[in-house]
């Protein structure tokens, strides 16, 4: 059972902002990231990257593995073709909701050469998306992740066949979205080593960067509050395509707390340039209509401890500090979020 690797995860800091991959936890062992803010750890096959903030911006190559470069690693996680892995987020404190999606890329030429930042390689094999009828831990994938320990699971695909890949694990966070080009992606590259696997060869996929549309008004260009405050008649769709290995919905997450599945896509093609359709209609829903974005303005009221950049310090029902750590100010963004920007 991958439950017994949980006592394996090492302990957390306190605070660590909002957000970076602290550990990869496989049958063979735990893997530990350096810190964003330090130098990349040589023992670890996790990718380093350099800010616990999102990509800056998410049409270029450092949405591939995040900001950091996206550097090679000489370490080779070794897992097994249908095994479960954890994706360990150490402390994860902050409110983003938005879906958790998980891809895979053949390492083309051995993962020291390979950074899959071009070409139709990234293929989705997990995503959990917004289920309006879980209420533990709530309807986001993202509020998996403020369960203690903060991991998410996802099973490596069965037959996969034996050779090195790169596992892309990715948060979106939406707060925000509504704003031209404020979705807030959160992607952490493992390297990895698939052993005793089959003959099963991963199909195209998509590509990363080019898949994220920033005018896509079913997953990227999406107002938050919109979707929540209309769960029966609107639904999200995620961007970069449906999970095509191993097919239907892959989704650990809604396996584990249980939830409605989403609408199939218009299109099912993994190729699709998946820039997503921002104005299809599916069959049995309203696809969302984004209203125009809110004008910002600056929090009038500031109280508690000090918040790090980009989190939350306001909005309808917030009961926490609406302080932001020095260089950032409490903005708001709308009536349900504000946020130190």
Known sequence: MIYSLL????????????????NFIASSGTWSAADAYTTANASSPIRHVNTYGPVPDFTTADVTCGPGGNIPTTVLAPVKAGETVIFDWGSWTSDHPGPVMTYIAACTGGCANFKGDTGNVWVKIDQDVYYPDRTTPG????????????YYQVTIPAGLADGEYLLRHEILGLHVAG????AQFYPQCVQVTVTNGG?????QGVPLPGSYNPNDTSGVLVQLWQIEANPSQLYYIA???????????????????AGTPQP?????????????????????????????????STAPVASGSAIAKYGQCGGQGWTGSTVCAAG??????????????
């Open 7 to 22: 006592p394996l995860i090492l302990v957390a800091p306190a605070v660590w902002g909002h957000g970076q991959l602290r």
């Open 139 to 150: 309807p986001w994938g993202e509020h998996i992740l403020h369960l203690t320990p903060s």
């Open 179 to 182: 704003t031209y080009m404020g």
């Open 199 to 203: 003959s099963v060869t991963l199909p």
């Open 239 to 257: 961007p970069g395509g449906p999970v095509v290995l191993p097919g239907g919905t892959g989704d650990w997450g809604r396996a584990t707390y």
């Open 264 to 296: 199939p896509l218009a299109s099912s093609s993994a190729s699709a340039s998946s820039t997503v359709a921002s104005t299809t209609s599916l069959a049995s829903s309203t696809v969302i209509t984004v209203a125009s974005p809110s004008s910002t």
């Open 328 to 341: 950032s100010t409490c903005t708001t963004l709308n009536t349900y979020y504000s946020q130190c920007l």
